[in-house]
């Protein structure tokens, strides 16, 4: 079983929709979960971080663990076709000094007008 | 903004040569790593390092694979003898602390190609 899963996609929805984006894990210590965002030929950027289980809202972005059921999800409001990346999962153990992320593979959004 | 820069952006190298990749990371950042990405794979912790030794490496980072910061601003890769399977995209990022895990900011990668 993989650590983390995540469908590669591609997901296509029209501008406007809500989309939901899945991860699940398999590592129960898993303590810290992210969404990071990452266009063509750059780096990922962090969207959205979260603490064990839980919600968080940050403008049109949603996180939500859940870590009895070993599953996180990021939704996206009215979304736009700015909104087209490839979206990653991560988490983390907080091992010690510095942390390692464990990264899912991503799903690839497509926002169509 | 503050950013991490990478570069070069992309090398070509023939297998079996010395590779160095060069890293920037955001001034005022006290931990440093590098991932990896093979085309059409996930993103891949290589190395973290803080206070001027390795905190963390995977299983990934052997021998052939060595970390610097030769100076207060530069954070290297370096891979002695090159191989195909180390053709990927390579990603250095940097974070103020620990703690907060996950704040990690990216540079935009180096791609390394092996012939």
Known sequence: ???????????????????????TYSNSAFQY?????QYSRKGPELLMYTYSSGNKEDGRFTAQVDKSS????????????????????????????????TFGTGTRLQVTL | EPEVTQTPSHQVTQMGQEVILRCVPI???LYFYWYRQILGQKVEFLVSFYNNEISEKSEIFDDQFSVERPDGSNFTLKIRSTKLEDSAMYFCASSARTGLTGELFFGEGSRLTVL
Request: glycine share 4%.
């Open chain 2, 27 to 29: 001034s005022n950042h």
């Open chain 1, 70 to 101: 070993k599953y996180i999800s990021l939704f996206i409001r009215d979304s736009q076709p700015s909104d087209s990346a490839t979206y990653l999962c991560a988490m983390s153990l907080n091992t010690g000094t510095a942390s390692k992320l």
């Open chain 1, 1 to 23: 079983q993989k650590e983390v899963e995540q469908d590669p996609g591609p997901l296509s929805v029209p501008e406007g929709a809500i989309v939901s984006l899945n991860c």
């Open chain 1, 33 to 37: 979960f992210m969404w990071y965002r």
